[in-house]
């Protein structure tokens, strides 16, 4: 003779309990979710970073200023100038 219980099968209700349980951690976990900030700093830099790739590398109408004045014989440099920019540069390079 074979005798089953009758009721609840304490297997079952462990699988029923975890069940529900998995079930909740499920839930928790997809409403929570990740979130990321960026900061307004981090924005403006990066719309700063934007505008300056619009720029060109080359300010042709710089150069071309600069060829005319060159080749008119007008274009007369600042000594001072270019020693200052020199020594600040130099200054640059040691702190880095």
């Given amino acids: 003779m074979k005798i ?9 209700a462990y699988k029923s309990q975890a069940k529900k ?5 499920n839930e928790n976990i997809k409403s929570k979710g990740d979130s990321v900030e960026i900061s307004k700093t981090a924005k403006e830099t990066a719309k700063y970073q934007a ?3 619009k ?3 080359i300010r042709e109408d710089k150069v071309r200023e600069l060829k005319e004045r060159i080749e ?3 274009y007369k440099p600042s000594v ?3 020693a200052e920019g020199m020594i600040k540069e130099r200054r640059l390079d040691e702190l880095v």
């Fill in 55 to 57: 720029m060109p590398d």
């Fill in 51 to 53: 505008e300056m790739k």
């Fill in 4 to 12: 089953t219980p009758f009721g609840n099968n304490p297997i079952n």
């Fill in 80 to 82: 001072e100038k270019i």
């Fill in 21 to 25: 349980t998995n079930q909740t951690n």
């Fill in 72 to 74: 008119n014989g007008t």
